[in-house]
């Protein structure tokens, strides 16, 4: 990478060998997914051998029930996990930016790093033990707890970088005008930091509905996931089912996150639009 100025500025150029570098670094990480994407419309059974255009593997997945109920499962699963996780992240931010001082607060933030940055085996096994502690019988509620659990984690770190660079002045604006601490929060503070909301909970759905670790850990007998079915079936040779399978959590991850970018862009849009 080469720098040169020009007029007082300067300005970087990719060389051949950062562009060759960036090229099969991007290869690298989304060529197999457009595999999976590929041959899931292939009309062979055989995953390696192209057999011509078809959509006979999504009538056979939306015809496997096994499957169909574990999609199910991880859905609701991801939504109601991501809700759970978001409204706990949002207060976790608020207490962790609002609360300057207070007993106990380094060990708090430290905390909520822990389980971002702890291998996903831990927080399983750990979970586990807790469930079998306290006597909590394992299925769709631990599953739930769980992933909450770590959810909540990402979300609070998101939206207390927003707030860390909130504008407070705005805040005090609708105090001198008269209105309580619910309503700033609700048509002030909110609205602002909604995109940071929104982006928090597609990532918390998204981690949910991928997990395998940690829901191999907590589930129990009648709560298998959409990860774990896959995970078992592919253990015993990859179909054109389980590529068509894939291909339709991919979609639904990029349609989750496709609308966090896009929430945030049109706020930071309207906020351009706003300054002189």
């Keep these: 990478m080469n720098e040169t100025g020009a ?5 970087r150029h990719f060389s051949w060998i950062n562009k060759i570098s960036v090229g099969l670094g991007v290869a690298f ?9 590929a041959f899931s419309f292939n009309n062979s059974r055989l995953v390696t051998i192209w057999g011509g255009f078809s959509l006979k593997w999504y009538g056979t997945l939306f015809q496997n029930i096994q499957l169909l109920d574990s999609a199910w499962l991880s859905f609701k699963l991801a939504c109601l996990s991501a809700t759970i996780a978001t409204v ?12 300057r001082i207070f007993f106990g607060k ?26 079998v502690a306290i006597g909590l019988p394992r299925g769709f509620y631990t599953l739930l707890l769980s992933h909450a659990t770590f959810g909540m984690c990402f979300v609070a770190v998101i939206v207390q970088a927003r707030l ?18 619910l309503q700033t929060f609700r048509y002030v503070t909110l609205p602002l930091i909604f995109p940071s909301i929104l982006s928090g909970w597609a990532l918390a759905f998204v981690l949910s509905l991928d997990d395998l670790i940690i829901s191999s850990l907590t589930t129990g007998p009648n709560a ?27 979609l639904a991850v990029v349609l989750c996150l496709g609308l ?17």
């Design 106 to 131: 380094a060990l708090f933030n430290f905390l909520l790093m822990v389980p971002i940055i702890m291998p996903g085996m831990i927080i399983g096994l750990a979970l586990l033990l807790f469930f």
């Design 224 to 250: 298998t996931t959409l990860p774990m079915r896959i995970f078992s079936q592919v253990r015993l040779g990859v179909t054109p089912e389980i590529n068509a399978a894939s291909t339709l959590m991919i």
């Design 164 to 181: 860390a660079n909130f504008d407070r002045s705005l805040e005090e604006a609708a105090f001198d005008l008269g209105s309580s601490s």
């Design 7 to 11: 007029g007082g500025g300067a300005q």
């Design 29 to 37: 990480i989304y060529l197999p997914i457009l595999l999976v994407i």
């Design 88 to 99: 706990l992240g949002v207060l976790a931010a608020l207490t962790l930016v609002r609360f």
């Design 260 to 276: 966090g970018m896009m929430a945030q862009s049109r706020k930071s849009s309207k906020l351009k639009g706003t300054n002189p």
